[in-house]
């Protein structure tokens, strides 16, 4: 598949797998208005987890989760999930669905998914983590910024008195070669 309309990029060459998006309202970039269908190659995903506990600052803000990341059929699917909790502003989170998870070569990964807030539905989260090697305390990050009704906007990096660093625990990467990541 070729994309050359205006505004896109060529996939790179390792890349093996297709996305391919429906366009019903014909928003599409000039050129592709023909089949209202946009196809777009992605580099093949890293399987694996991300494993992380810790607390940000004592007594306040805890938090835990792991995100595993596998190919079915070709196509990387998402299992885990996350738990925080913000004991100062009454803040607890537990995710219902994770949908994305881009590792980045320097340590850092972000997740996304839908949760729940105090048992309420309909929140959205992403999550920025740094894997900054042993020990994780000091050297290791976690962030958490949610969005949900009614306006709601947490970010814990706004809360925590260093800056997301870890004051107690371990944030992980391992992948399927068995290998971690730092």
């Known amino acids: 598949v070729h994309a050359e309309a205006e505004g896109l990029t060529p996939a790179p060459p390792e890349a093996t797998h297709l996305l391919?998006?429906?366009?019903?309202?014909?928003?599409?970039?000039e050129g592709n208005e023909?089949?209202?269908v946009l196809a777009l190659a992605l580099p093949t995903a890293k399987t694996g987890k991300i494993t992380g506990g810790?607390?940000?600052?004592?007594?306040?803000?805890n938090f835990g989760f792991v995100i595993n990341t596998r190919l079915k059929d070709g196509v990387p699917t998402f299992q885990g999930n996350l738990q925080f909790n913000d004991r100062e502003l009454g803040v607890r989170l537990?995710?219902?669905?994770?949908?994305?998870?881009?590792?980045?070569?320097?340590?850092?990964?972000?997740?996304?998914?839908?949760?729940k807030v105090n048992g309420?539905?309909?929140?959205?989260?992403?999550?920025?983590?740094?894997?900054?090697?042993?020990?994780?305390?000091?050297?290791?990050?976690?962030q958490l910024i949610v969005?949900?009704?009614?306006?709601?906007?947490?970010?814990?990096?706004?809360?925590a008195s260093n800056g997301g660093q870890l004051q107690g625990g371990n944030i992980q990467f391992h992948f399927s070669s068995g290998k971690k990541r730092r």
């Open 20 to 29: 391919i998006v429906a366009d019903p309202d014909g928003d599409l970039p």
């Open 34 to 36: 023909q089949n209202n």
């Open 147 to 159: 969005e949900g009704p009614g306006g709601f906007s947490y970010d814990s990096d706004d809360v």
């Open 94 to 115: 537990h995710s219902t669905s994770l949908d994305t998870l881009q590792i980045a070569d320097d340590g850092i990964a972000t997740f996304t998914g839908e949760a």
């Open 54 to 61: 810790g607390t940000l600052d004592p007594g306040r803000q």
């Open 120 to 142: 309420a539905t309909g929140y959205r989260f992403t999550v920025i983590v740094r894997d900054g090697g042993e020990p994780g305390r000091g050297n290791d990050t976690f």
